[in-house]
């Protein structure tokens, strides 16, 4: 039988249902018990405290299997919130079937039991037994966290309790009335079995609220770096817009120039020679700005290329904020076209220091320079992450800046530069890389560690190379 009383999730579902966007849990369990005892046993609200650690209370309920139409409210902990749900009975195809939904302040919530008895060995039988849980959050910040909340606790979560249902209905103390579950003689329904008094099982619910708990914690600490990953990755040195910049002073080959993007305002500097070989677009690492990174002028001079780099969104005197990969991509290639004009038939060379090279990597798969050279450069984010914050989620990082699967896309020359002493990005990131790309040059410069590579001659005399090979 079924009814369609709750407003939004009725049974079976309706054609306009795939608009609420629900997300989907479905866990499933082997329970040694016929099928008929265990629906009467899950879908007696009154037992729900039992086996599933997200059930504080229940209220309204009588000591049976919920029937059509009947309503119960549930007291809810999970995933650092307390709240609590009124759930009507949707569907009921005893012993088979059983749905029930509801719709709350936080969100919107549906869950099904399926069973299915098959034949085990020995002439017995089990209970396949199928729970999925549909929901979404309503508040627009929830609704943003739930794939984080489903992956990290309710997934979790309902596998404990689906492993709670089955211990208890499976315990010794019950497997007589299990296996043949008596009537409610008021009604059609299999009355629920005795089950063990709620001191027994105490210990298994301080350890599951236990875990919870954590879980929780583990949850908002997720939420924060989802939400504030900006702040860990994002270094900038801010400047006021009109203070001017160290690097322009004694020298009147260096110029300040600003490119508009979407919603900012790029400070650009640019060495300008007379007649310069070629351009090295220059993109620095993720701390400081264009006065700390816009040094050895001289190098470049020597070698007859034209510097160019730019600050990014938020470092310096530009405007804006970073809020996503894609968009300081766009902001890089904005600032190379806005340049580009100036060296048609020359040398182009696109540099990437630590978090630049990231960037780096992802212009010249889209826009083939005549060289890249990646400096102190990494696989990608998510192996820096998994490095130093192992117990982070990759799923979790925005900026995977994935420098290893662009390099298959570069087709011109690739030299790599690494400091031996490096412990932010180790040397290694820089080998895995020339083990994808076995035609890249690999210069390790002893001694060197993450910050201090262009105080070495090795540097110098590294890049002076690559240039003048050019």
């Not at 979560?157 to 709670?164: E, H, I, T």
């Not at 540097?459 to 003048?468: D, I």
């Amino acid at each position: 039988m079924t009814a369609s009383t709750h407003p939004l999730l009725s049974w079976p579902p309706r054609e306009t249902e795939a608009d609420l966007r629900l997300l989907t849990i479905e866990t499933e369990v082997v329970v040694h018990a016929p099928c008929a005892a265990v629906h009467a046993f899950a879908t007696n609200a009154a037992r729900w405290c039992q086996w599933h650690p997200a059930t504080r209370a229940v209220e309204f309920v009588p000591d049976r299997p919920l029937g059509l139409g009947e309503t119960i409210v549930e007291h809810i902990a999970t995933a650092g919130r307390r709240f609590s749900a009124t759930w009507t009975v949707v569907a009921v195809a005893a012993p088979q079937l059983w749905v029930i939904a509801t719709e709350t302040p936080q969100g919107l919530a549906r869950i099904t039991y399926r069973l299915s008895e098959e034949a085990a060995p020995g002439g017995t039988t089990v209970t396949r037994f199928r729970r999925t849980l549909e929901f979404r959050s309503k508040p627009a910040l929830l609704r943003r966290l739930d794939p984080l909340v489903r992956r990290w606790v309710l997934v979790p979560q309902s596998r404990r309790a689906l492993d709670n249902l089955k211990a208890v209905v499976e315990s010794p103390a019950r497997r007589g009335a299990t296996m043949n579950p008596p009537h409610d003689s008021a009604s059609n329904h299999p009355r629920a079995p005795a089950v063990p008094h709620r001191a027994a099982t105490r210990p298994l619910r301080v350890i599951a609220t236990g875990v919870s708990i954590v879980a929780a914690l583990y949850a908002l600490l997720l939420m924060a770096l989802w939400f504030g990953q900006e702040r860990l990755l994002f270094h900038p040195e801010v400047l006021g817009p009109t203070q001017p910049l160290a690097a322009l002073a004694g020298q009147p080959d260096v110029h300040e120039r600003w490119v508009e993007v979407p919603g900012a305002r790029l400070s650009v500097l640019e060495l300008r020679l007379p007649d310069p070989k070629g351009v090295v677009f220059f993109l620095h690492g993720n701390a400081g700005n264009l006065d700390s990174w816009f040094v050895n002028t001289a190098l470049y001079r020597e070698a007859n290329f034209d510097l160019v780099m730019p600050d990014y969104r938020g470092y310096g005197k530009s405007s804006g904020r970073i809020e996503s990969e894609a968009q300081l991509n766009a902001d890089v290639l904005a600032v190379w076209n806005e340049v580009a004009p100036r060296y048609q038939g020359r040398k182009v060379v696109f540099y990437g220091r630590s978090l630049g090279t990231g960037l780096a990597a992802a212009l010249a798969a889209q826009v083939p320079p005549d060289l890249t050279m990646l400096v102190s450069p990494y696989r990608s984010m998510v192996a820096v992450a998994r490095q130093h914050y192992p117990w982070v989620p990759a799923a979790l990082l925005r900026y995977p800046l994935r420098t290893d699967e662009l390099l298959g896309r570069i087709r011109t020359p690739l030299v790599l530069i690494h400091g031996e002493r490096d412990e932010l990005i180790p040397v290694a990131h820089s080998h895995a890389l020339q083990a994808i790309a076995p035609a890249a040059r690999l210069v390790v410069l002893p001694g060197a560690a993450h910050g201090d590579l262009q105080e070495f001659d090795s540097y110098r005399q590294a890049v002076r190379e690559a240039l003048q090979a050019l």
